[in-house]
């Protein structure tokens, strides 16, 4: 059932490829309508993380998800916590972004982790960012955004945002593994990373973030008329002029 349910908690669903922004945009979208957030990317990487550090190999699907299944985090004040530590610069590092990318492959970590997502689910709504938050985890999303720009793109911001923090930074090699990676999480067998709808594609190429962020809300906003007005019998086309 694809459709949004009356009266659900809505959700915002923000899926997109590796560095194409979409966690800043789901938080300042989040902010603005003082919904939740959620960054289902930092679920995967934390199972990598601590199946890491317990010794577990990534490749090992059953313990990898017995992992998942039991994983001590929390995120107080928008902090990520794996057993009281704060992991969030932890999760970031390059060979955590490689671990996570071959967990998320597994069907039974995406499973182990499926109910932890939608418990995230509360009102007064939820933005959630990831690969499958439209076609998997959240498939009655009021809203959903492919956001997505070409590799070049994305490969240039994650450089300058390296660069900016003063961390080493190769263009080349970032343009290589986020192409990598890409491929990964596009072709796997099980919620592979996918458009959706022609009208979700959201590109970035040419936008700055405020302008995607309004581009959302506005998204959102004749997404709530026309199913408000659905529910009245209204004639949702005639509200999309406005
Ligand atoms: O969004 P991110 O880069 O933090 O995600 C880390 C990895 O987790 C990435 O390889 C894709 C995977 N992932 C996923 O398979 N499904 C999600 N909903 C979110 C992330």
């Given at each position: 059932?694809?459709?949004?349910?009356?009266?659900?908690?809505?959700?915002?669903?923000?899926?997109?490829?590796?560095?194409?922004?979409?966690?800043?945009?789901?938080?300042?979208?989040?902010?603005?309508?003082?919904?939740?957030?959620?960054?289902?990317?930092?679920?995967?990487?934390?199972?990598?993380?601590?199946?890491?550090?317990?010794?577990?190999?990534?490749?090992?699907?059953?313990?990898?998800?017995?992992?998942?299944?039991?994983?001590?985090?929390?995120?107080?004040?928008?902090?990520?916590?794996?057993?009281?530590?704060?992991?969030?610069?932890?999760?970031?590092?390059?060979?955590?972004?490689?671990?996570?990318?071959?967990?998320?492959?597994?069907?039974?970590?995406?499973?182990?982790?499926?109910?932890?997502?939608?418990?995230?689910?509360?009102?007064?709504?939820?933005?959630?960012?990831?690969?499958?938050?439209?076609?998997?985890?959240?498939?009655?999303?009021?809203?959903?955004?492919?956001?997505?720009?070409?590799?070049?793109?994305?490969?240039?911001?994650?450089?300058?945002?390296?660069?900016?923090?003063?961390?080493?930074?190769?263009?080349?090699?970032?343009?290589?593994?986020?192409?990598?990676?890409?491929?990964?999480?596009?072709?796997?067998?099980?919620?592979?990373?996918?458009?959706?709808?022609?009208?979700?594609?959201?590109?970035?190429d040419d936008l700055t973030i405020e302008q995607v962020v309004s581009i959302v809300l506005e998204r959102y906003r004749i997404a709530v008329r026309v199913?408000?007005?659905?529910?009245?019998?209204?004639?949702?086309?005639?509200?999309?002029?406005?």
């Open positions: 059932m694809n459709a949004p349910v009356p009266g659900a908690v809505p959700v915002i669903a923000i899926d997109g490829p590796t560095a194409s922004g979409k966690g800043t945009i789901a938080q300042r979208v989040a902010l603005a309508l003082g919904f939740h957030y959620l960054d289902s990317g930092a679920l995967y990487r934390l199972t990598a993380l601590a199946a890491l550090r317990a010794g577990v190999p990534t490749g090992d699907a059953a313990r990898v998800a017995s992992v998942a299944a039991s994983l001590p985090v929390a995120f107080p004040e928008g902090r990520i916590e794996l057993a009281g530590e704060d992991v969030g610069d932890a999760i970031r590092a390059e060979p955590i972004s490689e671990a996570a990318s071959i967990v998320a492959a597994h069907p039974a970590v995406r499973d182990a982790l499926l109910d932890r997502q939608r418990a995230f689910r509360e009102p007064p709504g939820l933005v959630s960012d990831g690969r499958d938050m439209g076609s998997v985890v959240f498939p009655d999303a009021v809203l959903k955004v492919f956001l997505t720009a070409t590799a070049e793109t994305r490969a240039e911001r994650r450089y300058k945002q390296l660069m900016g923090k003063g961390l080493p930074a190769n263009l080349q090699t970032i343009l290589h593994d986020l192409r990598m990676r890409d491929a990964r999480d596009s072709g796997r067998a099980v919620a592979p990373l996918q458009a959706g709808a022609p009208e979700a594609v959201l590109d970035s199913q408000a007005s659905g529910r009245s019998g209204g004639a949702g086309g005639s509200t999309l002029q406005d």
